[in-house]
């Protein structure tokens, strides 16, 4: 998101000294505002949810947009910068500061015009649009036409993100082969000859029951002639990818060697950590330390499973035997959906606070399957009684190791993504922005964590399971290794997928699939374990602080109960909470 703002308070700013109290806190909602008010500018989902409709239009990713939105984020960062806290509530300063954070990271990356890459592998501007129309619902005839218009919008977007990729071609700023191989079979998935067959076009079958037979079937005969109009820009965008971008790809996969490319580097690995200190030097160096104490603990369960053999035939022996292996797609879905409530009942010894809106478990939809991760959270919508999902990958079930389940799902599920997104949601008196923003570092950091929770809460029935959890998190050590190794250092694929093969119990298609993602989605993977550690730290200070006092439920809440916040503010809060709790 980003915002743009008309007006200049100069004049107010500088009579600050002279105003009544609260006037610092009235100044910063007069900036909210104007944030606010960008978001009606530029976003079709704001101006949706300000109309009680759907969004019928794709936003403008044009450079002449981003450069306007670029100049007024300036502006209105420093007007951010002179507001006085002198009289803030601990609430005010977390709007304030993660204000300045969302503003800063979109100034910093703006910089690099990174739409000139729209697409990271198992994401981007295709998968996007599948995206939206999976996640529609109806209210009524309005609603159906916006999306029909919408709909028929795809080929310009299509169109605009080729423009940009153009313009990448031109500069040097371009992909590496291997996510563009993955968007290119996602986007065949919507060149379909019917267009009942289409992914875009299942929410079109059954419409409200406020609109009248004769209209849904001329609605529906108008979204099949859009999705023709759609796939036709599909096609396009198809032939441009394979033929004029595919031979010119970069031919290393990390950053380093584009234009600014250290510079970027350097600046998606502080946003994504929310950590201005750490150098790539530095998250390679923990990320070392972490695969070599995972790997002790991970040496201590083959000794008691009593396997002889190496731990490369042990792992040999995880990646093949049947038995860590669902039977059918049924089966896999089974097996999470009983997990998933076997966590549930553990959560109220663990947090005081749940919350309200539930989630389901659900596969990946077919059509994208087959380059997505295992798994993920899809956030919910309160206000659309939308529950959040837990999507579950069934494509290619001999990739999908049981042992490996339990991790998951508290990753994806709860204590993990539903359960602090959805509470982040019912934040209440907190500007709009405060509800929807998603901190790599806090919300990855957090999930991770919860996989470490699932030892406590009794989630990993057995030693091979004990060991899927050490495996995952030995997934997220190795990604701070691989990352920088990729981007940082000029590592090849290879050496990229090397940390995982050598120490994780990751299939081989779960490898190909991670790695691909760290290279077209560059420092976001270093996240998950920078924030765990930090969680992990937090609660072993409160712990040694407090000691027979300490409260893990009441812990959590202080960690959470605020929404996602930076780490620096994470820090701040939980020790005010230590120092709160030893003066009693």
Known sequence: ????????????LAACSTTPEGYAAEDLDSIVRDYEALQLEISPYAQARANDTLPSEWADISPEREAKTLEALTDLYARLGEVDTSAFTEDRKIDLEILKTIINDQIRMGAFDENRVPFTGDSGFGQSIVFAYSRLRFKNEADVAASIERLQGIPDYLDANVANMRRGLETGFVSYKDPLETVITQMKAQIVENPEDSDLYQIFKVLPDNISAERQAELQEDAKAAIAFAVEGFAETVDFLENDYAPNTRDMPGVMDLPQGRELYS?????????D?????????IGLEEVARIRAEMDAIIEEVGFEGS?????????????????????LMRIAARISKDVDYEMPKYFATLPRLSYGVQPVPLSIAPGYTSGRYVQGDPEDGQAGIYWVNTYALDQRPLYELPALTTHEAVPGHHHQIALGQELENVPEYRRNYYATAFGE???????????????????????????????RACRLVADTGLHWYGWTREE???????????????IETEVTRYIGWPGQATAYKMGELTIKALRAEAEAALGDDFDIREF????????????????????TWIAEQTAE
Not at 267 to 275: C, F, G, I, N, P
């Open 496 to 510: 990229g997928e090397a940390c995982f093969v050598e120490n994780s119990a990751l299939s081989p298609l779960n």
């Open 556 to 575: 959590h809440d202080v960690v959470l109960e605020k929404g996602a916040l930076p780490l620096g503010l994470l820090e701040e809060r939980v020790r």
């Open 277 to 285: 200190d750490l150098t790539p030097e530095d998250v390679h160096e």
């Open 267 to 275: 600046a998606v690995l502080a946003m994504h950590t929310t950590r």
């Open 445 to 475: 950091g957090w999930g991770l964590y919860s996989e470490y929770l699932g030892r406590e809460m009794g989630i990993y029935k057995t030693p091979y399971e004990r060991f899927g959890q050490l495996s995952m998190e030995m997934w």
């Open 1 to 12: 998101m980003r915002i743009l703002f008309f007006s200049c308070l100069t004049a107010i």
């Open 311 to 331: 731990f490369a035939e042990f792992l040999a022996f995880l990646r093949t035997d049947p038995q860590f292996y669902p039977k059918s797609a049924d089966d």
